[in-house]
C-alpha cells in the first residue's frame, strides 16, 4: 500500500512540475506609429486550450470627475460595479449596442453590478458631466488586458503555442478593433512588440474634452 501511495505522489509532483515547466508568459509591448508606449491599448489573444485567469467580476470608478480607469477589459458576463468615489454625483450611461443602461443620479456604490454578456466596446458617458468619457471593452476571448502606463501587457501561466492576437484602442482609426497578427509562444516565454496605429493628439488639449466627446467616441465604437 506504501509504494502505491509513493508512487501516487510522485505522479501528482512530476504532473504539477510539467505544468509548471510548460507554463509560459508572453511580455507584450504595445507602441503607437510613432514608436511611443501606448498606453489603455487592449490586446486579447486565442490560441491553444487551456485555463486563463479569468473573473467575472470588475469596477468601473469615478474619480476626481473621470472614469477610473478610462479602459477596462472584460469578459463576456461579467458583472461590473459603478463605485462613486467623488463627493458629488454621478450618472453613469451607455447607448452602445454591446450595453444599454443608465445609472440615475447616485453617490457611492449602486447595490447592483451591471450585467456585460456582449461583446463589443461599450462606450461610457455621464449626463452631468460631459466630459467624462469611459470605455468597456468586452471579449469573448480567454486572455485579455489592458497596457499600462509603459505600454506594457503580460499574460502568465499560458500554455506554448499559435496564438492571434486583436488590438483596440480608444484612439484606433474608426475605434475599431485591429487585427494583430499570428505568432508563436515557446515554453520558455516570448518578449514581442505590437504596433497600433492611433489619431495623433492636438497640440492644444483643452483642460476637459468638449460636450460632444461621448456622441463622437459613441459614433465610431458603433460603426459596423
Known amino acids: 500500500m506504501s509504494r502505491i501511495s509513493s508512487s501516487i505522489t510522485l ?41 486563463s485567469p479569468i473573473v467575472l467580476k470588475a469596477d468601473m470608478d469615478q474619480r476626481d470627475q473621470e472614469f477610473a480607469p478610462r479602459v477596462l477589459a472584460v469578459h463576456t458576463n461579467t458583472e461590473v460595479k459603478f463605485p462613486n468615489s467623488d463627493d458629488i454625483r454621478h450618472q453613469v450611461y451607455s447607448f452602445s449596442p454591446a450595453k444599454r443602461f443608465e445609472l440615475r443620479l ?22 452631468i458631466h460631459d466630459w467624462m468619457v469611459g470605455y468597456i471593452y468586452v471579449t469573448d476571448e480567454p486572455w ?12 502568465d501561466g499560458m500554455a506554448a503555442g499559435h496564438y492571434s492576437a ?4 480608444p484612439k484606433a482609426i474608426d475605434m475599431q478593433p485591429v487585427n494583430g497578427g499570428e505568432f508563436d509562444v515557446p515554453a520558455i516565454g516570448l518578449s514581442k512588440d505590437f504596433k497600433l496605429e492611433v489619431e495623433p493628439d ?19 465604437a458603433a460603426r459596423p
Open 106 to 127: 447616485y453617490k457611492g456604490t449602486p447595490s447592483e453590478p451591471e450585467l456585460f454578456d456582449k461583446p463589443g466596446v461599450v462606450v461610457l458617458g455621464c449626463n
Open 202 to 220: 492636438t497640440e492644444q488639449k483643452p483642460a476637459v474634452a468638449p460636450s460632444s466627446a461621448f456622441g463622437d467616441a459613441f459614433n465610431k
Open 11 to 51: 505522479i501528482g509532483c512530476w504532473t504539477l512540475y510539467a505544468a509548471s515547466i510548460s507554463a509560459a508568459t508572453l511580455t507584450a509591448h504595445v507602441v503607437d506609429q510613432q514608436g511611443k508606449p501606448l498606453t489603455n491599448a487592449v490586446l486579447t489573444l486565442q490560441g491553444p486550450p487551456g485555463k
Open 144 to 155: 485579455f488586458a489592458v497596457s499600462d502606463a509603459n505600454g506594457v501587457v503580460k499574460f
Open 166 to 169: 486583436t488590438l483596440w484602442h
